[in-house]
């Protein structure tokens, strides 16, 4: 049985998200530790007992969901579970090529908190918006953004599952696609309270910086296979993978063909690593055949683990 390890994320956080796991374990003492000393800053901290307005802020959500879900994968690691492929969800690429031995721990923490802060700084807050559409297909989808533009640029930047795609762009361009697509018959079409239009081409002065602090850290290839946001398809090599995450920034998350890649490679069992159980909703939504289990806190822990008969 092939075993597929998937990471969230931006949306999953919580306060007191990694507690359990730095109660119990040495190695989520090691890893917050570790990430607080590269970030100059206690994420600990703000995991445990920040509020959730500054947890939510795009600079810090990116390292602390990061380190929660690395914290989850070396746990299962050390109960015999390791991963024969895996994949993140726009943040949670990063958390996968951790998993992989493709990115330094420290290095992938700084990196996204910079990550967080480029994406911020790229459209100023409430120039940009992002709207999840669901109940319509993509070209529907796709078709109504191109019309929208005229107001505002706007396009389908994450492509979740059959029948829930995420809009972005400018909030003028994004109202009017809402309720272009509400007319045509969307089951929803609702604003989501972010901060900025993630995964959009208004992101490019973001991927550009990105790319710079890139260059400056190690990258080496992966140990498994990486299904990559941007092509949908899996990667080992260093220089693809440096190349996808750049573009990663400022293009569509194509979720539904990294499942696909996944399942394509033999992967039969999905773990989700992190905060919340979004990813095991797509994964439903998907293909119903797909057994997928979560590990967030000890509860979710114990219970993959019976589920897996370790």
Partial sequence: MKLAFI??????????????????????KKLFDEADDALGY???????EGSQDDLKLTANTQPAILVVSVIVSEILKS???????????????????????????????????KRGKFMQEAVPVGEGSMAAILGLDDATIIKACAEASEAGEVQAVNFNCPGQTVIAGKAAGVEIAVEKLKAIGAKKAVILPVSAPFHSTLMTPAAKKLAVELDKVELCDAAF????????????????????????????????DCVESMRNFGAETFI???PGKTLCGFNRRIDKKIHSLNVEDLESLNKTLTALKV
């Fill in 42 to 48: 206690s994420i600990k901290k703000m995991c445990f």
């Fill in 79 to 113: 109960e015999g579970i390791v991963a024969d492929i895996a994949g993140g969800h726009s943040l949670g690429e990063y958390s996968a090529l951790v998993t992989a031995g493709t990115l330094k721990f420290s290095d992938a923490v700084v990196l996204v908190h």
């Fill in 272 to 274: 989700e690593c992190g």
């Fill in 7 to 28: 990471f969230p994320g931006q949306g999953a956080q919580a306060v007191g998200m990694g507690k359990d796991f730095y109660d119990n374990f040495d190695a989520a």
């Fill in 225 to 256: 296979p990486i299904a990559a946001n941007f092509t949908g398809e899996l990667e080992t090599s260093a220089l693809d993978i440096k190349n996808n995450l750049v573009a990663q920034a400022d293009n569509p998350v194509k979720w539904i």
